[in-house]
Nanobody
């Protein structure tokens, strides 16, 4: 099992930026595909972005492509989500995930971090 702890959420105005971090720990944490998902109020869970264990391949939802960037730290056990040009529709709880593939989640989730974009 992989333990995941997110940080970096907050309140930002439309057009602003935030950077989320996810620290992974546990055996072989650095060898997993990592991803970010979000759940907006009254909506289902939505894929945002994912990155392979090596960091060489990334995937994005169409709604965030060109605005968000997912990356891994050098030790491969930290994942970041740089969010630029934020819009009110990006408001959601963002969850870090481990063990999935491309657009599908794995079984390990963080506790979530709130991102609120004011108009």
């Amino acid at each position: 099992q992989v333990q995941l702890v997110e940080s970096g959420g907050g309140l930002v105005q439309t057009g602003g930026s935030l950077k989320l971090s996810c620290a992974a720990s546990g055996r072989t944490a650095s060898s997993y595909t990592m991803g970010w998902f979000r759940r907006a109020p009254g909506k289902g869970r939505e894929f945002v972005a994912s990155i392979t264990w090596s960091g060489s391949t990334t995937y994005y939802a169409d709604s965030v492509k060109g605005r968000f960037t997912i990356s891994r730290g050098n030790a491969k056990n930290t994942v970041y989500l740089q969010m630029n040009r934020l819009q009110p529709e990006d408001t959601a709880v963002y969850y870090c995930n481990a063990g999935g593939s491309r657009y599908s989640p794995g079984g390990d989730w963080g506790q979530g971090t709130q991102v609120t974009v004011s108009s």
